[in-house]
């Protein structure tokens, strides 16, 4: 089954504790991106990546860190995470791009951090 | 930069009601247009989009004409059904192709 999945799901954590949300796609995706929801906002896009080892900033990156080793695989990193880094996650793919295919999301990482 | 304004939910209608909700947007360029919908405790999945001005997207009873004058791609249905209760987003795709820039959705919750 195609599919984008992210691990975990739920995530609560203490400020300044580093973790790691992992996202894998079975699709053979070029691109790959991870997004934040907060209510009213919709979704902000945190960091992009159209193949491996090519990454590059989206609107809100401050505080995260990505990288792209295998093309399947885009993890999102919180070095030092923050309370207002509390928030709903999404990773998406594309095979050709964001304007011209469909994105597949993944299910959510719901993250809290006091 | 490019922008996508829809209209605040939550939206409540009853069972078979006509269904619009608005979407206005900004860019530059050449971009694509989407509707993506998410049910409780999923991940988006995609409606319908237009790839270019006067293109009609639909599905599953749901259609939207990217409207470039207007600048807009409202989301309409005949008639909903309460399988139908999600959360909408409208979101564009920019020219390179690197960037899906979203609404703050809609809330749509249909009752029987």
């Known amino acids: 089954e195609a599919q984008v999945t992210q691990n975990p799901r739920y995530l609560i954590t203490v400020t300044g504790k580093k973790l790691t949300v992992t996202c894998s796609q079975n699709m053979n995706h070029e691109y790959m991106s991870w997004y934040r929801q907060d209510p009213g906002l919709g979704l902000r896009q945190i960091y992009y990546s159209m193949n491996v080892e090519v990454t590059d900033k989206g609107d809100v990156p401050e505080g995260y860190k990505v990288s792209r080793k295998e093309k399947r695989n885009f993890p999102l990193i919180l070095e030092s995470p923050s309370p207002n880094q509390t928030s709903l996650y999404f990773c998406?793919?594309?095979?050709?791009?964001?304007?011209?295919?469909?994105?597949?999301f993944g299910q959510g990482t719901r993250l809290t951090v006091v | 930069g490019n922008s996508v304004t829809q209209m605040e939910g939550p939206v409540t209608l009853s069972e078979e009601a006509f269904l619009t909700i608005n979407c206005t947007y900004t860019a530059t360029g050449y971009p694509s247009l989407f509707w993506y919908v998410q049910y409780p405790g999923e991940g988006l999945q995609l409606l319908l989009k237009a790839t270019k001005a006067d293109d009609k997207g639909s599905n599953k009873g749901f259609e939207a004409t990217y409207r470039k004058e207007t600048t807009s791609f409202h989301l309409e249905k005949g008639s909903v059904q309460v399988s139908d209760s999600a959360v909408y987003f409208c979101?564009?795709?920019?020219?390179?192709?690197?960037?899906?820039?979203f609404g703050g959705g809609t809330r749509l919750m249909v009752k029987p």
């Open positions: 998406a793919s594309s095979l050709g791009g964001f304007r011209n295919t469909e994105a597949f």
């Open positions: 979101a564009l795709g920019n020219n390179a192709g690197n960037m899906l820039t």
